[in-house]
């Protein structure tokens, strides 16, 4: 089996997105990335994007280079990535949650390893993933 592979960036919105944008959005998204056996999360606040995205790594970057030509963003900037050692959002071919515009700060703001993501470090001792789980656990339930 192939290694696994993460990446994450942020993005801004072009234009706020309502429920029925972010609903079209994650209903094309949850196929593909199903047909490409890729999981991760989706999280959206403030007009910012934070997405982790998880699978082979040419899986993963087709669905990058699909997702950098979304009109909804712009201003894409990847965060960290790597080689992952499991997948941590098997359950969602692409998890989402609102968060308040703090949590989206945090977690763009954490230390990913944006100032050098050539390096491809383990994305599993990475600090912005840590927070990202934090949050995922606790408000996951009230993830669509
Ligand atoms: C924030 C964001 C996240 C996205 N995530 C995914 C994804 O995980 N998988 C995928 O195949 N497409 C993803 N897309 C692309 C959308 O599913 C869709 O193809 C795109 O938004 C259509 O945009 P258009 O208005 O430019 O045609 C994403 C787009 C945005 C803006």
Do not use: C
């Amino acid at each position: 089996m192939a290694p696994l592979h993460a990446l994450v960036y942020q993005s801004h919105a072009t234009r706020p997105m309502d429920a029925s944008d972010l609903d079209v959005l994650l209903l094309d998204a949850r196929v593909n990335n199903e047909l490409a056996n890729v999981t991760g999360a989706l999280v959206y606040g403030n007009q910012q994007f934070v997405q982790y995205l998880e699978g082979t790594r040419a899986d993963v970057e087709q669905i990058y280079a699909r997702i950098t030509r979304a009109s909804q963003h712009h201003r894409l900037e990847i965060l960290e990535q790597g080689r992952a050692d499991a997948r941590r959002f098997q359950r969602w071919h692409m998890g989402f949650s609102e968060a308040p515009q703090s949590v989206v700060q945090q977690l763009s703001q954490a230390q990913w390893q944006r100032d050098a993501p050539w390096l491809e470090d383990d994305i599993a001792s990475s600090v912005g993933l840590a927070r990202l789980l934090a949050f995922w656990k606790e408000d996951a339930v009230l993830a669509r």
